[in-house]
């Protein structure tokens, strides 16, 4: 949800900030805009729509400081007008935020009754006539009069601040919203994450909420709230440039399909020896003994992570024989939810930044939750603020439609229920080394599932103007059913269901006749014989029904009208293979509807408001 960048140093600041902008675009695509300072001149240039167009539209490229803003609309709609940077009425300060100023409104009445005027519906421009505003009254230094304007501020902010009266300091903040410091040799760089920063230099600091950082090319100082110094801790990344690259694919979606095999076995490495059985999750190593003495475990995620927590609750209430209870992130904090002092919750969260998975990890702590994360973005809030947490090991994911964080995610699950499984005694020594040998084979039937992609390409010619689909399974493959619909809605617009599949009869049957595709996920598995009969009702009111079946199935294909095989596996583990050709039956689809795939439209990346 917007993105944000900053340079200060003593090369070109504008090929910087494109390029960043270009890398953070996943996060909102409204709008953007750069500012630049070159001696005492402010120069800006916003746009409506995508960086391309600021790209066309901008002329002035010169100065060594700059801000860049990459927006997801909040207050007002996408315009030039309420693009970011915003300008104080003395053309003085520009500004950069990600987030929201909910105390605005009374803000901008008190500013108005000082004479001050708005050209944007923006909260952002309230706030940087606020920091004037403190700054001309009080006689302030541009961080101390951003330290006051924060301090009366109610919301969320990642924000950056530049003033033309001072071509040497950048001062950033954060409560709630990322932001990144790459530390470079004389020059500094700042964003919403990491990846506009890699190619420049590893050396970063992630700011704590409450914190205020001052960039000037001689140095940075990070306060808190308080103005008191800290002292940041600079972490090394390990991310590498190529992996924000497409790497000779057309989106990054398919890239991130394609990558599942490595991504899944990254996901491994180190911590499971599929021939000895050994498994260690040193991210959770402190609390693996309150894991296996859980009463309960409570899962709190949104969207794709959501539907991983729900295949995660099969298998470690089978596996362990702990009750689990999957909430949707976004309800949990508001209806007073029951956590006993010792509850573990395990929050799921690719990006490591959405809000709503923030708030209930923040209310599941104060109610003396342990709090686990499953976490993809290293250094992400989320990441941050549990107690401990595995990470997925993915690489980063571009492509809005979550894909190989899914399978990460299931993979990360697994491993922790079979360990806790294997030290609480609920799983026979012989089971334990089935399912290690079997998970260990997983990237290479995910590989295996890839290779129907060009059957999938045929099959969605057929559907790529379909305005309804269904999608139903059982068991271990109904929340793959979730997130095939979930996948094919987001980026397709093609409306879509998904269901048990024993479900149907209580209701969805109704919508079913000869214009209605239903994809049944129909593996070997416990009720194989019962979603036969489900496909059979499908077909007897005339719907066109497209299955998952595992390879050498002689029953479902002469049943139905289109078969994707792809190979068997244990059936806790069979998600991790049968949403393959879910999202590959989405990727193509959306592609033939000519949708933009990575950037679907209204949504971004990192939801992290709420
Ligand atoms: O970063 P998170 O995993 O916390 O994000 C949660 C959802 O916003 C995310 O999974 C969203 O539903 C995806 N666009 C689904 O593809």
């Given at each position: 949800?917007?993105?944000?960048?900053?340079y200060?140093?003593?090369?070109?600041a504008?090929p910087?900030?494109?390029?960043?902008?270009?890398?953070?675009?996943?996060?909102?695509?409204?709008?953007?805009?750069?500012?630049?300072?070159?001696?005492?001149?402010?120069?800006?240039?916003?746009k409506?729509?995508?960086?391309v167009r600021?790209?066309?539209a901008?002329?002035?490229?010169e100065?060594s400081?700059g801000?860049?803003?990459?927006?997801?609309a909040?207050?007002g709609?996408?315009?030039?007008?309420?693009?970011?940077?915003?300008?104080?009425n003395?053309?003085?300060?520009a500004?950069?935020h990600?987030?929201?100023?909910?105390n605005?409104?009374?803000?901008?009445?008190?500013?108005?009754?000082?004479g001050?005027?708005?050209s944007?519906?923006?909260?952002?421009e309230?706030?940087?006539n606020?920091i004037?505003?403190?700054?001309?009254?009080?006689?302030?230094?541009?961080?101390?009069?951003?330290?006051?304007?924060?301090s009366?501020?109610?919301?969320?902010?990642?924000?950056?601040?530049i003033?033309?009266e001072?071509?040497?300091?950048?001062?950033?903040?954060?409560k709630?919203s990322?932001?990144?410091?790459?530390?470079g040799?004389?020059e500094?760089?700042?964003?919403?994450?990491?990846?506009p920063?890699?190619?420049?230099?590893?050396?970063?600091?992630?700011?704590?909420?409450?914190?205020?950082?001052v960039?000037?090319?001689?140095?940075?100082s990070?306060?808190?709230?308080?103005?008191?110094q800290?002292?940041p801790?600079?972490?090394?990344?390990?991310?590498?440039?190529?992996?924000?690259?497409?790497?000779?694919?057309?989106?990054?979606?398919?890239?991130?399909?394609?990558?599942?095999?490595?991504?899944?076995?990254?996901?491994?490495r180190?911590?499971?020896?599929?021939e000895?059985?050994?498994l260690?999750l040193?991210?959770?190593?402190?609390?693996?003994?309150?894991?296996?003495?859980?009463?309960?475990i409570?899962?709190?995620?949104?969207?794709?992570?959501?539907?991983?927590?729900?295949v995660?609750?099969?298998?470690?209430e089978e596996?362990c024989?702990?009750?689990?209870?999957?909430?949707?992130?976004?309800?949990?904090?508001?209806?007073?939810?029951v956590?006993?002092?010792?509850?573990?919750?395990i929050?799921?969260?690719?990006?490591g930044?959405?809000a709503d998975?923030?708030?209930?990890?923040?209310?599941?702590?104060?109610?003396?939750?342990?709090?686990?994360?499953?976490?993809n973005?290293v250094?992400s809030?989320?990441?941050?603020?549990?107690?401990?947490?595995?990470?997925?090991?993915a690489?980063?994911?571009?492509?809005?439609a979550?894909?190989?964080?899914?399978?990460?995610?299931?993979t990360?699950?697994?491993?922790?229920?079979?360990r806790?499984?294997?030290?609480?005694?609920t799983?026979?020594?012989?089971?334990?080394?089935?399912?290690?040998?079997?998970?260990?084979?997983?990237?290479?039937?995910v590989?295996a599932a890839?290779?129907?992609?060009?059957?999938i390409?045929k099959?969605?010619?057929?559907f790529k103007?379909?305005?309804?689909?269904?999608?139903l399974?059982?068991?271990?493959?109904?929340?793959?059913?979730?997130e095939?619909?979930?996948?094919?809605k987001?980026?397709?617009?093609?409306?879509?269901?998904g269901?048990?599949?024993?479900?149907?009869?209580?209701?969805?049957?109704?919508?079913i006749d000869e214009?209605?595709?239903?994809?049944?996920?129909?593996t070997?598995?416990g009720?194989?014989d019962?979603?036969?009969?489900?496909?059979?009702e499908?077909?007897?009111?005339?719907?066109i029904v497209?299955?998952i079946?595992?390879?050498?199935d002689?029953?479902?294909p002469?049943?139905?009208?289109?078969t994707?095989?792809?190979?068997?596996?244990?059936?806790?583990?069979?998600?991790?293979?049968?949403?393959i050709?879910l999202?590959?039956?989405?990727?193509?689809?959306?592609l033939?509807?000519?949708?933009?795939?990575?950037?679907?439209?209204n949504?971004?990346?990192?939801?992290?408001?709420e």
């Amino acid at each position: 949800m917007c993105g944000i960048v900053g340079y200060i140093g003593k090369r070109d600041a504008y090929p910087i900030l494109l390029k960043g902008l270009k890398r953070l675009e996943y996060r909102g695509y409204d709008s953007s805009g750069i500012a630049l300072i070159d001696g005492f001149d402010l120069d800006i240039t916003k746009k409506e729509g995508k960086v391309v167009r600021l790209e066309e539209a901008i002329h002035k490229k010169e100065g060594s400081i700059g801000i860049g803003h990459t927006r997801w609309a909040t207050h007002g709609e996408p315009s030039d007008e309420n693009a970011h940077p915003h300008v104080s009425n003395n053309n003085s300060l520009a500004i950069i935020h990600n987030g929201i100023i909910e105390n605005y409104e009374s803000l901008k009445i008190e500013l108005k009754k000082k004479g001050y005027h708005f050209s944007s519906e923006t909260d952002t421009e309230v706030l940087v006539n606020f920091i004037e505003d403190i700054q001309e009254t009080e006689s302030l230094s541009l961080e101390d009069a951003v330290r006051v304007a924060l301090s009366k501020i109610v919301g969320a902010y990642a924000i950056a601040v530049i003033s033309k009266e001072d071509s040497n300091k950048i001062v950033a903040a954060r409560k709630g919203s990322p932001l990144v410091i790459g530390l470079g040799s004389g020059e500094y760089f700042l964003a919403s994450d990491a990846t506009p920063i890699v190619e420049y230099t590893n050396e970063v600091v992630y700011l704590n909420d409450g914190e205020i950082v001052v960039l000037t090319r001689e140095g940075y100082s990070v306060k808190d709230s308080e103005d008191i110094q800290q002292t940041p801790y600079v972490q090394t990344l390990e991310m590498e440039l190529e992996e924000l690259e497409k790497g000779g694919y057309d989106h990054f979606m398919l890239k991130e399909i394609f990558e599942q095999p490595r991504s899944i076995a990254d996901c491994m490495r180190g911590r499971l020896n599929t021939e000895t059985g050994n498994l260690f999750l040193g991210g959770i190593r402190n609390y693996s003994k309150a894991l296996q003495n859980a009463e309960r475990i409570l899962i709190a995620a949104c969207g794709t992570s959501w539907h991983a927590g729900l295949v995660a609750e099969y298998f470690i209430e089978e596996l362990c024989r702990i009750p689990v209870e999957v909430e949707y992130a976004s309800e949990f904090r508001y209806r007073n939810p029951v956590i006993k002092e010792g509850d573990i919750v395990i929050a799921i969260s690719q990006s490591g930044e959405t809000a709503d998975t923030l708030a209930a990890i923040e209310i599941a702590k104060e109610r003396g939750a342990i709090v686990l994360g499953v976490v993809n973005t290293v250094g992400s809030s989320i990441a941050r603020v549990t107690h401990e947490g595995a990470y997925l090991h993915a690489g980063p994911e571009i492509g809005v439609a979550s894909t190989k964080a899914f399978t990460a995610q299931l993979t990360v699950l697994y491993m922790i229920a079979l360990r806790v499984a294997f030290y609480k005694g609920t799983i026979a020594q012989n089971k334990y080394r089935e399912l290690v040998t079997e998970i260990g084979k997983i990237p290479k039937k995910v590989a295996a599932a890839l290779e129907s992609n060009e059957k999938i390409k045929k099959i969605s010619e057929r559907f790529k103007d379909a305005h309804n689909f269904l999608y139903l399974g059982r068991g271990y493959n109904f929340p793959v059913a979730l997130e095939g619909a979930l996948k094919l809605k987001e980026i397709s617009y093609i409306h879509a269901e998904g269901y048990p599949a024993a479900e149907m009869k209580h209701g969805p049957i109704a919508l079913i006749d000869e214009q209605m595709p239903v994809v049944f996920i129909a593996t070997r598995d416990g009720s194989y014989d019962k979603i036969v009969s489900n496909i059979q009702e499908v077909k007897a009111r005339r719907g066109i029904v497209i299955a998952i079946v595992n390879e050498g199935d002689a029953i479902i294909p002469d049943m139905v009208d289109y078969t994707i095989e792809i190979p068997a596996t244990h059936e806790s583990l069979m998600p991790l293979v049968s949403v393959i050709p879910l999202q590959l039956l989405s990727y193509h689809i959306a592609l033939m509807r000519g949708a933009n795939v990575d950037q679907p439209r209204n949504l971004a990346k990192s939801v992290t408001v709420e």
